[in-house]
């Protein structure tokens, strides 16, 4: 089964770029997708389609695919955006959905 | 609004059943893909079931033969019955209103309900 790999953990400090890496198999020819999880709260959909952001969501958040390696970038970090973050691809062998092990954001 | 709320977790011993509910709000269940999502306490998040706008279903391997995904259209609710329960399934399970393609993940997310397997 296709798997996914976060480090599990990045620290930031305010008003610096966060990125947060999801390495996978040529993961470049999957479209992939990154929630945000706050604690204690559902998982909210932050990139999707290796790049693209659902309304709401700001400018900040930015997602790249090449490689074997996906990145999420979080540029001007405050302190709200510390949580975990689960990036995701659909492995279309099994027809099942994949998430990564997820990464804290610690904002310092 | 668009709006997803679960309900339905509890107490279980192993080797019980249990039924989760998932009630939409805004839009419909049987147009979409729906899929339910599990996190056991301080882990990540787990893809539990997917059910295909055309009734098509999909299982994790850890729980397929297990658990059984559907839905009521006429109640515009997505259930999971959850049968032959293990401690290690115990976890908050969320309902999510997933893509019809690889390309747009999950969206809709409910506030999850927890299930606690335990003797």
């Known amino acids: 089964s296709y798997v996914l790999t976060q480090p599990p953990s990045v620290s930031v400090a305010p008003g610096k770029t966060a990125r947060i890496t999801c390495g996978g198999n040529?993961?470049?020819?999957?479209?992939v997708h990154w929630y945000q999880q706050r604690p204690g709260q559902a998982p909210v959909l932050v990139i999707y389609?290796?790049?693209d952001r659902p309304s709401g969501i700001p400018e900040r958040f930015s997602g790249s695919n090449s490689g074997n390696t996906a990145t999420l970038t979080i540029s001007r970090v405050e302190a709200g955006d510390e949580a975990d973050y689960y990036c995701?691809?659909?492995?279309?062998?099994?027809?099942?959905?994949?998430f990564g092990g997820g990464t804290k954001l610690t904002v310092l | 609004e668009v709006q997803l709320v679960e309900t339905g977790g509890g107490l279980m011993q192993p080797g019980g059943s249990l039924r989760l509910s998932c009630a939409a709000s805004?839009?419909?269940?049987?147009?979409?893909?729906m899929s339910w999502v599990r996190q056991a306490p301080g882990k990540g998040l787990e893809w539990v079931s997917v059910?295909?706008?055309?009734?098509?279903?999909n299982y994790a391997d850890s729980v397929k033969g297990r658990f059984t995904i559907s839905r009521d259209i006429s109640k515009n609710t997505l259930y999971l019955q959850m049968n032959s329960l293990r401690v290690e399934d115990t976890a908050v399970y969320y309902c999510?209103?997933?893509?019809?393609?690889?390309?747009?993940?999950?969206?809709?997310w409910g506030q999850g309900t927890t299930v606690t397997v335990s003797s």
């Open positions: 389609y290796d790049s």
């Open positions: 999510a209103r997933d893509s019809d393609t690889p390309y747009y993940g999950m969206d809709v």
């Open positions: 040529n993961i470049e020819s999957k479209s």
């Open positions: 805004g839009f419909n269940v049987s147009s979409n893909y």
């Open positions: 995701q691809v659909w492995d279309s062998t099994s027809d099942h959905w994949v």
């Open positions: 059910i295909y706008s055309g009734g098509t279903t």
